[in-house]
């Protein structure tokens, strides 16, 4: 695997605020990654320093094989931090003009760009007379004018109404389709997990996990089931190792799995014991009820 | 450099208040030449500007200089709010973001600085140029081309200018503001000299410390032409004063100008690095 970033030992205090605590983790390609943490956990201070606009405390990060300096990297890097920032007096045309000139790119992928985020049509706006979801959207056509090797993005859809939102995930989408690396930084659960195969989840700057979504939680899921017969499907779980917590809520049984089974082997186990089921789901947890067991269980 | 250059260039130039102030700049530089058409005819008092002298090799390189360096007040707006104006578009966030370095941003600024300075040079050599051929009383090659030192120190005082307009933006972050601290400045600069002389040491001793402050280093580049003009000295003569003061350059006046030069880019620097955006 190539690695696109590693950061290792990252601290950042702002006078005694420890924003950023001792993160490490690496970015390697190909994968989408999201950053999640409750509001103030350093997503974009984490961002700001690798990004060169935070000045670090201590601790370090290099981009790709480390060999270039920060400003070079990002070049090949595509970075949307927090609001749009572009000249409001300028164009859009003008303004990504500018851009291919800090990038050092030619000027030619400007239609290209424009063309996948709809505004080429409003090319030659003031950049002052764009709405919200217009500004964030020729924010993206900026950040990839370079084909970038990494897209890094923090709260992309900050503010933005449902049309918007949807436009701006079915962008990421496109361009987590062509292979770009992905680094989302977003409070938005469901946002991070209809795109991202990983995550980096912070809480007060302390990494609490990094890796892939699915091993987040020691976790082999559990059993939505439904029956006549209640008492004797929870007396029969119950005395069953495999089974943990059981939840009775509204005629549902919720079982929580201490080890891996699937739902045709409960199936006909409880079958030959006589009970029938109505209802049987086997669901793992969603990255919310995840998210918040590791967060508030550290 | 060319490409630093250029990214400055795109963002004044398509600044609609920028680029009326950089224009109405270089008019104003080019109005000089209208003073040549001063000219009262009202009876028995005949008055012509150009007459006077004030455009005869090589006094017209001082003169020029001179009343030219008070227009750069225009371009000092400019610069300030080209700078600030990033802070408040936070765009100096997404030119780091999008790969320009701290140095290569302050570069850029430094470089557009200078060649603003350089090009007034220019302009004003030519302009004074055009003028002399036509007014002035000595055509000889030796003496058009002597005093040219004026034009050297108007360079370097309009650089250092700059450069603490850039500074003052930097630190600032708003125009208005960073205008306003810039004219607070003048006024200390007064009130020390005042204070010093006054309470802490002779006038002299004052006056040469005052020397060493920042503007009135600047201001000390080319000293007032007006009391060398031939009407003005024989007005002296009959009053008893003697108005035959040295308008030289000295090499320590230049250094004490480029140091503060050097202070103020590296003072910039040091700002941008050190805040966290």
């Known amino acids: 695997m190539e690695t696109i970033l590693t950061v290792n030992h990252l601290t950042k205090k702002f006078g005694y605020l420890t924003a950023v605590n001792d993160l490490s983790f690496t970015i390697e390609k190909g994968n989408v990654y999201g950053i999640l943490g409750p509001n103030g956990s350093g997503k974009s201070t984490t961002l700001g320093i690798i990004l060169n606009v935070v000045n670090r405390t201590s601790g370090e990060f290099s981009w790709f094989d480390g060999t270039t300096s920060t400003h070079q990297a990002l070049k090949k890097v595509g970075a949307i931090i927090e609001r749009p920032n572009f000249y409001p007096y300028m164009t859009a045309i003008q303004n990504l003009k500018l851009v291919c000139k800090i990038k050092e790119v030619p000027e030619t992928k400007i239609q290209e760009k424009l063309e996948l985020v709809g505004l080429w049509d409003r090319r030659n706006s003031k950049f002052k007379t764009y709405s919200l979801g217009m500004k964030q959207r020729l924010a993206i056509a900026s950040a990839l004018l370079n084909d970038p090797e990494i897209l890094i993005l923090d709260e992309p859809t900050n503010g933005l109404d449902p049309q918007g939102i949807h436009q701006i995930r079915e962008i990421i989408k496109t361009i987590a389709g062509q292979g770009t690396t992905i680094l989302l930084a977003s409070h938005l659960l469901d946002e991070v997990e209809k795109v991202c195969s990983h995550v980096v989840i912070l809480r007060k700057g302390v990494n609490l996990y990094s890796g892939p979504v699915d091993s987040m939680l020691a976790s082999h899921g559990f059993f939505e089931l439904r029956t006549n017969n209640m008492e004797q499907l929870i007396s029969l779980l119950e005395k069953n190792a495999s089974f943990g917590k059981l939840e009775n809520f509204n005629g549902t049984l919720t079982a929580y799995l201490k080890e891996e089974m699937d739902a045709e082997t409960l199936n006909k186990m409880l079958f030959e014991k006589g009970i029938v089921l109505s209802h049987l789901v086997k669901r793992k947890e969603s990255l919310e009820e995840q998210f918040l067991t590791l967060t508030n269980n550290n | ?277």
């Open chain 2, 1 to 277: 450099m060319l490409r630093l250059l250029q990214i400055e260039f795109i963002k004044l130039w398509n600044n609609r208040a920028s680029k009326v102030l950089i224009i109405s700049y270089f008019v104003l530089l080019t109005s000089i030449a209208l003073v040549a058409a001063i000219k009262f005819d009202i009876g028995p008092v005949q008055f012509h500007l150009a007459d006077q002298g004030i455009f005869n090799f090589p006094y017209i390189w001082h003169f020029n200089s001179f009343v030219t360096a008070l227009f750069k007040l225009f371009l000092a707006i400019v610069i300030v709010s080209m700078m600030s104006n990033e802070y408040s578009n936070k765009t100096i966030k997404q030119n780091l973001i999008d790969g320009l370095s701290k140095k290569e941003f302050i570069l850029s600024k430094v470089l557009t600085v200078v060649s603003f300075a350089a090009i007034s040079t220019v302009f004003v050599f030519v302009v004074s140029m055009i003028l002399g051929l036509a007014y002035s009383d000595y055509n000889e090659i030796s003496i058009i081309f002597s005093d040219l030192g004026f034009l050297v120190a108007f360079f370097f005082k309009l650089v250092a200018f700059f450069a603490f307009c850039l500074f003052l933006g930097i630190l600032v972050k708003r125009s208005a503001f960073a205008l306003g601290f810039l004219i607070i400045w003048t006024i200390l600069e007064q009130l020390a000299f005042g204070l010093m002389g006054w309470k802490m040491m002779s006038w002299d001793a004052a006056k040469k410390v005052k020397s060493l402050f920042p503007l009135e280093s600047m201001s000390n580049m080319i000293k007032e032409p007006f009391s060398r003009l031939s009407a003005v000295q024989t007005i002296g003569d009959q009053i008893g004063e003697n108005l035959r003061f040295d308008y030289h350059t000295y090499w320590y006046e230049y250094l004490i100008v480029i140091f503060w030069t050097a202070l103020f880019i590296y003072l910039s620097y040091a700002l941008l690095k050190k805040r966290d955006l």
